[in-house]
């Protein structure tokens, strides 16, 4: 029986996540499996990939042929470099503490590189969060200096009005004293005139 390591698909529409899967090659992608042999989620940055390597060598030992994805997630987590080395060890090349003194060896590097992307990556989104803080910042200051002169032209405005109110009044107040002291004079006439119609009446 033909066996492949291979992916298994799961996951909501857009967001994919895989099982890592020993399956006869005959059955269907997401049909039956003779082993989960661990997970793949390409979501994330870097994916994150969960592999039991033990499993996966014992299944590349007994023939099993990974797909082209498979296989360079068994190179990521070291499974095709162990099952070369266990190569060796039926060679007579090495010897079996050799071998784990190596994949140790290797594991570690790996780790290290996956934590300097990861910390690379943390520190461009954090320069990228500064930058955006600092031109929204530039933009904020860019508008406020420019309502600055709208401000100023209205304040002007509110003082314009407020002097030609001002004239507005002064010049209705020079109006109105003379039409005060016309209409003062004809009373002053009449009470002249009464004197003399009194006087008139005297003579009589």
Do not use: C
């Not at 990939?49 to 030992?61: E, R």
């Not at 300097?116 to 990228?128: I, N, T």
């Amino acid at each position: 029986m033909p066996v492949k390591i291979r992916l298994q698909r799961h996951g909501k529409k857009g967001k994919p996540f895989y099982w890592v899967v020993a399956a006869d090659s005959r059955s269907k992608r997401d049909g039956k499996f003779l082993e989960k042999l661990g997970t793949y989620n390409p979501n994330t940055n870097p994916a994150t990939i969960d592999l039991d390597v033990d499993g996966s060598v014992k299944w590349l030992n007994n023939g099993a042929q990974p797909t082209d994805t498979a296989r360079a997630i068994l190179s990521y987590k070291g499974a095709l470099l162990k099952h070369h080395l266990l190569g060796g060890v039926r060679k007579g090349a090495l010897t079996e503490e050799q071998v784990e003194e190596k994949f140790n060896a290797w594991v570690e590097e790996k780790e290290k590189a996956v934590q300097a992307k990861k910390d690379g990556l943390s520190k461009a989104e954090a320069d990228a969060k500064a930058k955006a803080l600092e031109a929204e910042k530039e933009f904020s200051d860019k508008r406020a200096a420019a309502a600055l002169p709208e401000e100023e032209a209205v304040e002007e405005t509110a003082e314009e009005v407020a002097e030609t109110t001002e004239a507005v009044a002064e010049e209705t107040a020079a109006v109105e004293e003379p039409a005060k002291e016309e209409a003062a004079e004809p009373e002053a006439k009449t009470e002249e005139a009464a004197p003399a119609e009194e006087a008139s009446k005297e003579e009589e």
